[in-house]
């Protein structure tokens, strides 16, 4: 894995240096919440995330071993996007922005995904852990 310079040993800049953008904590947001784990599928993602931007963020989110990227095996020129333990341990992270958004600001969310979160928080996270494990555990068409 290439070396990333960080900026201090501060943990916040740490944690700051990989996650310290919004496209990059969406992308893990739609690897875990959303089910995408394709270029195509991010693009595809509300907040319009431009191709340059979406190809850089990928990149970095490999370089930093938060994500594995695997050939599709129905397309050669396709890439499948997995969440590595490493990105996985940002599940955490991604509930508890959930909830800070929803309790401050005017959000959408699918009212099952927010009574999950709300009433069983450790239970979610287990279980979301779970099923990115799974994904990368799992052959593809």
Same mark, same amino acid.
């Given at each position: 894995?290439k ?10 800049? !740490?944690?700051?240096?990989?996650l +310290?953008? *919004? ?11 959303? #089910? *995408? @784990?394709t270029? +195509?599928?991010?693009?595809q @993602?509300?907040?319009?995330?431009? /191709?340059?931007?979406? $190809? ?6 490999? /370089?930093? +071993? ?5 050939? $599709?095996?129905?397309?050669?020129? *396709? ?6 333990? *490493?990105?996985?341990? !940002?599940?955490?992270?991604?509930? $508890?922005l959930?909830?800070?958004g /929803? ?8 009212? #099952? ?5 709300? !009433? ?6 287990a279980?979301?852990?779970?099923? $990115?494990?799974?994904? !990368? ?5």
């Amino acid at each position: 894995m290439k070396e990333v310079k960080q900026r201090s040993t501060c943990p916040v800049s !740490t944690s700051l240096d990989v996650l +310290g953008d *919004k496209w990059t904590l969406l992308i893990i947001r739609d690897l875990v919440f959303g #089910g *995408k @784990s394709t270029y +195509g599928q991010f693009l595809q @993602s509300a907040e319009k995330i431009a /191709t340059n931007i979406l $190809a850089d963020r990928l990149a970095l989110l490999e /370089t930093h +071993g938060m994500v594995t990227k695997v050939v $599709a095996s129905d397309k050669k020129s *396709k890439f499948i996007y997995h969440l590595t333990e *490493k990105g996985i341990d !940002t599940v955490p992270i991604l509930v $508890a922005l959930l909830l800070w958004g /929803t309790r401050h600001g005017s959000t959408a969310i699918d009212p #099952g995904l927010l009574n999950e979160l709300q !009433t069983e928080p450790d239970a979610a996270i287990a279980r979301y852990q779970r099923l $990115a494990r799974e994904k !990368t555990q799992v052959p593809f068409p």
